[in-house]
T-cell receptor, first 114, second 114 residues
Framework: NAGVTQTPKFQVLKTGQSMTLQCAQD?????MYWYRQDPGMGLRLIYY???????DKGEVPNGYNVSRLNKREFSLRLESAAPSQTSVYFC?????????????FGEGSRLTVL | AQSVTQLGSHVSVSEGALVLLRCNYS??????LFWYVQYPNQGLQLLLK??????LVKGINGFEAEFKKSETSFHLTKPSAHMSDAAEYFC????????????FGQGTRLTINP
């Protein structure tokens, strides 16, 4: 059981380039989330998807887009990367019946924008 | 709205000593409270949670936390630190009803000295 899988694990981009971070979960979870982690700031929610076919903005959505491709997959796209988007990105999911907050996390994607 | 403040971005204790990581929260509704742990280069994993009922909750690896409504606190403790406890710890809060989002504190890095 792989849980939450993120790809790629590491990426270096130049300013203005685009890329997509992929996330897939095999736990049949309904809700999925994208967070970014920056030193001294904890985790901040970028976007979330409460169920297949729906997406909503979180705390820091600017510069990002998301797609809930199906129940398993939730991708995060940077259309024109900026140095301020250098961060560690985490995908997470939560299952039906679980109380809000019991999240399962991927291992993270470390993005550097030069 | 919810918010979390973790007192101390870095805590250092000796092996075998008491571990105390402080967390204060703000919530307009009765909260769910969580502690997550992040080991180096890994995603976050749930350490323990408070939902309802007993205010002293026990988690994995000998950690426990006590919900004190009057003090709006949810401090994490462990009687005797082990080298393997070295990690970053995040306190988090969510609303009991209707919330799809989890709000994290900024994290506390725990160092264990031999």
């Amino acid at each position: 059981n792989a849980g939450v899988t993120q790809t790629p694990k590491f990426q270096v981009l130049k300013t203005g380039q685009s890329m997509t971070l992929q996330c897939a979960q095999d736990m049949n979870h309904n809700s999925m989330y994208w967070y970014r982690q920056d030193p001294g700031m904890g985790l901040r929610l970028i976007y979330y998807s409460a169920s297949e076919g729906t997406t909503d903005k979180g705390e820091v959505p600017n510069g990002y887009n998301v797609s809930r491709l199906n129940k398993r997959e939730f991708s995060l796209r940077l259309e024109s990367a900026a140095p301020s988007q250098t961060s560690v990105y985490f995908c997470a999911s939560i299952g039906p019946g679980a109380i809000t907050g019991e999240l399962f996390f991927g291992e993270g994607s470390r993005l550097t924008v030069l | 709205a919810q918010s979390v403040t973790q007192l101390g971005s870095h805590v250092s204790v000796s092996e075998g000593a008491l571990v105390l990581l402080r967390c204060n929260y703000s919530s307009s509704v009765p909260p769910y409270l969580f502690w997550y742990v992040q080991y180096p280069n890994q995603g976050l994993q749930l350490l323990l949670k408070y939902t309802t009922g007993a205010t002293l909750v026990k988690g994995i690896n000998g950690f426990e936390a006590e919900f004190k409504k009057s003090e709006t606190s949810f401090h994490l403790t462990k009687p005797s630190a082990h080298m393997s406890d070295a990690a970053e710890y995040f306190c988090a809060v969510s609303a009991r009803r209707g919330a799809q989002k989890l709000v994290f504190g900024q994290g506390t890095r725990l160092t264990i000295n031999p």
